[in-house]
């Protein structure tokens, strides 16, 4: 027998939390403490927003990466260009900055309590979002956005880039984190409005279409166009609900 949807959300809850920071974004913890209160939803995992400086490990792929900066703040040049100057930058592989926008995992205990979060989610801006079902019936929502940015700036211990590239990328991403914060601050606000939730009817919710994954691989061989704010993603594409 599986275990509920209630003692599953419990169990969830109360496990350590074992990302890198150890805690949730202050940007979205208004946002996790109220999806948590709800009957319905639980969140999994979250990240508001960063830009990060990495290196993955040209030998190992699946070694992961070393980080080499991690902000979920705004950024200034002189510090992003003395941190690529100093010391110790790693002599093999690429070294990369890039920023990641906003994304949550939602487990929810129905279809229409995901597809209530998905139509606020889209509104927001988040319009890459999507629902998984898996095996056992367990329902996930993304919500997520598109506007990342990635570049490479050194490549075995040498820069790549003079100092006003690196101005442009920290411009760049600056100006997509405050457009990410400005999303996340709506999806907040209409998610927590009860003004809004009354006006959330059944009939409004956005369409949600299942599909096989046979059926999926014909729609790409036919180049059909599927907005994955409206597709029910499969297993596929988050295996990890399967297991």
Request: overall charge neutral; charged content about 25%.
């Amino acid at each position: 027998m599986q275990p509920s949807f209630d003692v599953e959300k419990r169990t969830s809850l109360e496990r350590a939390d074992l990302s890198r920071k150890g805690a949730i974004d202050d940007a979205i913890v208004p946002l996790v403490e109220h999806i948590n209160s709800q009957e319905t939803w639980y969140t999994t995992s979250s990240c508001s927003g960063r830009v990060t400086i990495y290196c993955q490990d040209p030998h190992n792929s699946k070694k992961g990466c070393r980080w080499i900066l991690v902000s979920h703040v705004s950024l200034k040049t002189p510090d992003i260009w003395s941190l690529l100057n100093a010391p110790g930058l790693p002599p093999d592989g690429y070294v990369f900055f890039k920023f990641e926008p906003f994304i949550i995992h939602v487990m929810c205990k129905t279809l229409e309590a995901a597809q209530s979060i998905l139509q606020v989610a889209v509104s927001s801006g988040f319009r890459n979002s999507g629902i998984t079902v898996g095996k056992r019936d367990r329902i996930m929502l993304a919500v997520r956005s598109t506007h990342s940015l990635e570049a490479p700036v050194a490549c075995n211990g040498k820069l790549l880039v003079d100092v006003d590239y690196i101005t442009h990328l920290v411009e760049l991403a600056n100006t997509k984190m405050a457009e990410n914060l400005q999303r996340i601050d709506r999806f907040t606000k209409q998610l927590t409005c009860p003004d809004c939730k009354k006006s959330r009817k059944a009939e409004d919710l956005i369409p949600v279409k299942s599909y096989s994954s046979a059926q999926q691989n014909v729609d790409r061989q036919q180049k059909a166009e599927v907005t994955p704010d409206y597709m029910l993603l499969t297993e596929n594409i988050l295996p990890d609900l399967f297991a």
